[in-house]
């Protein structure tokens, strides 16, 4: 009876030497010894195969970052390559970057046609797309006019030279250019109040 419970005793002491990792991946840092009790030291693991890229924004875009939302990605160490990917987790609390508070997110990288080998802690730049719109009539923000909030129009320069004030829908917009969702058709000039420039589309 001595002999079975030491013999249990040992499967489990053998037992409790394996240590099952959660995921499949690579060890990038290990502070355990042999011998050593596991409580005090960790192994790192990475997923390689499917890296995430860890960046930051300040507060006041809390907005634009949005799980889904696309992202562009610039490595410090391969600046004449682009990777495109897309937010997969918005940590919940913000976090301390420098003195500014600022929102912690995580990015999918997607597989790129080269071959390409990820490290840890690499630099990296993220541009977040927050929206997009394709196949757009773009006009100089500097032609709208505000008749109304929500309200926008346009001066429409005609062949004969005469201005002509024209409602428009207007959609997406930055400091440069707005979408312009109906109101006017490529190809016509808008005055901007000191010159007249056409329509473009992108």
Do not use: H, Y
Not at 88 to 93: L, S
């Amino acid at each position: 009876l001595q002999a079975e419970t030491k013999l249990t005793q040992a499967q489990l002491d053998l037992a409790n030497t394996t240590l099952p990792a959660p995921l499949s991946g690579t060890v990038t840092a290990l502070t355990l010894q042999a011998g050593q009790s596991a409580g005090s030291a960790s192994i790192t693991l990475a997923d390689l195969d499917s890296p995430l890229v860890r960046f930051w924004v300040e507060e006041a875009d809390l907005d634009s970052v949005l799980v889904g939302n696309k992202v562009n990605i610039t490595f410090e160490s391969l600046p004449d390559r682009a990777f495109t990917g897309k937010i997969v987790r918005v940590d919940p609390a913000l976090v301390s970057v420098g003195n500014t508070q600022a929102v912690q997110a995580w990015a999918s990288i997607d597989r790129p046609a080269q071959p390409t080998q990820f490290f840890s802690n690499m630099s990296v730049e993220v541009e977040v797309i927050a929206q997009e719109t394709r196949n757009a009539l773009l006009v100089p923000v500097q032609a709208l006019r505000e008749l109304a909030p929500g309200q926008s129009a346009v001066f429409v320069v005609k062949a004969d030279g005469k201005l002509e004030l024209r409602l428009v829908q207007v959609g997406l917009q930055d400091f440069v250019s707005a979408e312009v969702l109906a109101g006017v058709n490529p190809g016509e000039a808008l005055s901007l109040g000191t010159a007249a420039r056409s329509i473009q589309t992108t």
